[in-house]
């Protein structure tokens, strides 16, 4: 079992930025594949990006050039850069664990979920 605890949700300004961090439990955080993801009102939950063990990032095409993910394998955390936010962003975001270190653009196929955070970009 991981346990995963989001921060740095809150409200914005279109335009604006944040930035999310996810720490995870456990000693062997540099070995799982994390994404982040997220699930706005009445929409499927949708992976938004995601860094693989070896640091490999991928991200959804709505996000490119705005949001960036990273990892801390020293404080078993891992962040979500948001800049240049819309009001489309506007969702509760979660992180996730793969524990075979890869990405995966399909929810369903992460192993832990965190509780989430909530977004909200304002126009």
């Known amino acids: 079992q991981v346990q995963l605890k989001e921060s740095g949700g809150g409200l914005v300004q279109a335009g604006g930025s944040l930035r999310l961090s996810c720490v995870a439990s456990?000693?062997?955080?540099?070995?799982?594949?994390m994404g982040w993801l997220r699930q706005a009102p009445g929409l499927q939950r949708e992976v938004v990006a995601g860094i693989t063990m070896n640091g490999s990032t991928t991200y959804v095409r709505s996000v490119k050039g705005r949001f960036t993910i990273s990892r801390d394998n020293a404080k078993n955390t891992v962040y979500l850069q948001m800049n240049s936010l819309k009001p489309e962003d506007t969702a509760v975001y979660y992180c996730?664990?793969?524990?075979?270190?890869?990405?995966?653009?399909?929810?369903?196929?992460?192993?832990?979920w965190g509780q989430g955070t909530q977004v909200t970009v304002s126009s």
């Open positions: 456990g000693r062997t955080f540099d070995t799982y594949g």
């Open positions: 996730a664990v793969d524990k075979s270190g890869r990405y995966y653009a399909s929810p369903s196929l992460y192993d832990f």
